[in-house]
């Protein structure tokens, strides 16, 4: 009885340990999909200002240059009106993959509103900016060239760089970097219909 007994109780140690494990994998992957947002793959407004969040906070990051950026699929009502909601659902993901390509692999990249995006990435020099903000330009432009859709995919963009300091608000470098983008906003040309 004793050694049927041993084998049972490491029989249920075994199946604890294993749900455990499940338990854990299963806690993981519902915290990732509750921080991404589902058509863009991209953070989703909650997981944005939590990673950001992290490292705005990281003292050794007290010191470094950061760009925050927010920018705006522009037209996207009209594209859903004429085209339909899967055109307007390219439009959002085809913002997000530039967005992905301009800030490379280091930028925290979120989708905090309907067509709105966020960027966060610690930079190497103040003027990058410039850089980048071209770089989205020249990405906008293969996009179109190459999507054949009877549509332009268009972008406006406020782009914000700062030096980390103890009292940074994510907020407020938002703010920031939304009030530089309808400065973008207001230089645009009208909707493109090819």
Same mark, same amino acid.
């Given at each position: ?15 604890? !340990? ?5 338990? *854990? ?78 800030? !490379? !692999? ?14 966060? *990435? ?48 994510? *907020? ?23």
């Amino acid at each position: 009885k004793m050694i049927h007994l041993l084998e049972s109780e490491n029989e249920t140690q075994k199946q604890l !340990e294993e749900s455990m494990a499940l338990l *854990k994998e299963n806690n993981i992957h519902l915290d990732t999909i509750s921080k991404r947002d589902e058509l863009t793959g991209v953070y989703n407004r909650r997981g944005f200002m939590t990673v950001a969040n992290e490292l705005l906070k990281d003292k050794t990051n007290v010191g470094k240059y950061v760009l925050t950026a927010y920018a705006d699929t522009d037209n996207l009502k009209i594209i859903n009106d004429r085209y339909g909601h899967d055109e307007g659902d390219f439009a959002l993901v085809s913002s997000s993959d530039i967005l992905r390509n301009a800030f !490379e !692999e280091k930028g925290i990249i979120g989708r905090i509103g309907g067509d709105e995006f966020a960027v966060f *990435k610690i930079i190497p020099c103040i003027s990058d900016g410039i850089r980048i903000k071209n770089q989205l330009r020249s990405i906008l432009e293969d996009i179109n060239d190459t999507s054949g859709k009877p549509f332009e995919v268009s972008m406006s963009v406020g782009v914000y760089e700062f030096t980390i300091s103890k009292n940074c608000e994510l *907020k407020e470098l938002i703010k920031e970097a939304d009030s530089r983008l309808y400065v973008d906003k207001g230089n645009k040309k009208p909707f493109v219909q090819r």
